[in-house]
Nanobody, 116 residues
Framework: QVQLVESGGGLVQPGGSLRLSCAAS????????MHWYRQAPGKEREWVAF????????NYADSVKGRFTISRDNAKNTVFLQMNSLKSEDTAVYYC?????????WGQGTQVTVSS
């Protein structure tokens, strides 16, 4: 079955960096566009970044543009989110999403906390 497993979250100081990973299985990863979302406490889940199946096309929410970079390794069925210059407002649970097989699949999320 389809599985998405995020990792790499943690506690980081403002201005710091983290690299999130999302390991995928159960579907043809190299044919699937991938997304990162996040959900802060008391807020709706929001889209963060997109990467197309080949990795050559990306897009970002304005709030993270210039600070976050999405990438993928199709040989390892993994999508990444490099997060630099982190701010307190980046604190959230981060999820990867795979639209595949006519459905939406989500991972369980990884917590990112930005605090001094």
């Amino acid at each position: 079955q389809v599985q998405l497993v995020e990792s790499g979250g943690g506690l980081v100081q403002p201005g710091g960096s983290l690299r999130l990973s999302c390991a995928a299985s159960g579907f043809t990863f190299s044919n699937t566009n991938m997304h990162w979302y996040r959900q802060a406490p008391g807020k709706e889940r929001e889209w963060v970044a997109f990467i197309n199946n080949g990795g050559g096309g990306t897009n970002y929410a304005d709030s993270v543009k210039g600070r976050f970079t999405i990438s993928r390794d199709n040989a390892k069925n993994t999508v990444f989110l490099q997060m630099n210059s982190l701010k307190s407002e980046d604190t959230a649970v981060y999820y990867c999403r795979a639209p595949t097989r006519g459905r939406e699949y989500w991972g369980q999320g990884t917590q990112v906390t930005v605090s001094s």
